[in-house]
């Protein structure tokens, strides 16, 4: 059973990126300037460590565009569960108090 974050595989990640890239919303093809690896690297970060609303705005408003499809799973090829990932980063962020 998973129980939080440290049983997502995060370990595992080759930051490929292909958790964003084939979104299936379609709701990463731009990301605002920032490089897709940043990104995951970041959305890891924060679901590992928390949300920092100082350094994290950018982050958090492209993980807004995250509705936890889940399709993101199919697509890691190195066993991280990616949709997990995603809703503890939001977790974190929700936590944290920040409004949209
Ligand atoms: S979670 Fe999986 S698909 Fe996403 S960057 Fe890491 S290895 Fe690639």
């Known amino acids: 059973m998973v129980t939080g974050v440290d049983d997502v595989g995060l370990e595992n990640c080759i930051y490929c990126g292909a958790c964003f890239r084939y979104c299936?919303?379609?709701?990463?093809?731009?990301?605002?300037?920032?490089?897709l690896k940043a990104?995951?690297?970041?959305?890891?970060?924060i679901a590992r460590r928390g949300f920092r609303p100082e350094k994290d705005m950018q982050v958090k408003e492209l993980l807004d565009?995250?509705?936890?499809?889940?399709?993101?799973?199919?697509?890691?090829?190195?066993?991280?569960?990616?949709?997990?990932?995603?809703?503890?980063?939001?977790?974190?962020?929700?936590?944290?108090?920040?409004?949209?």
Request: hydrophobic share 40%.
């Open 24 to 35: 299936s919303l379609n709701a990463y093809k731009e990301l605002d300037g920032m490089e």
């Open 39 to 45: 990104l995951v690297a970041a959305v890891a970060r």
């Open 65 to 100: 565009r995250c509705t936890l499809q889940g399709d993101c799973d199919r697509v890691c090829p190195a066993m991280v569960r990616p949709f997990l990932r995603n809703k503890a980063a939001k977790k974190k962020i929700e936590e944290a108090g920040v409004c949209d």
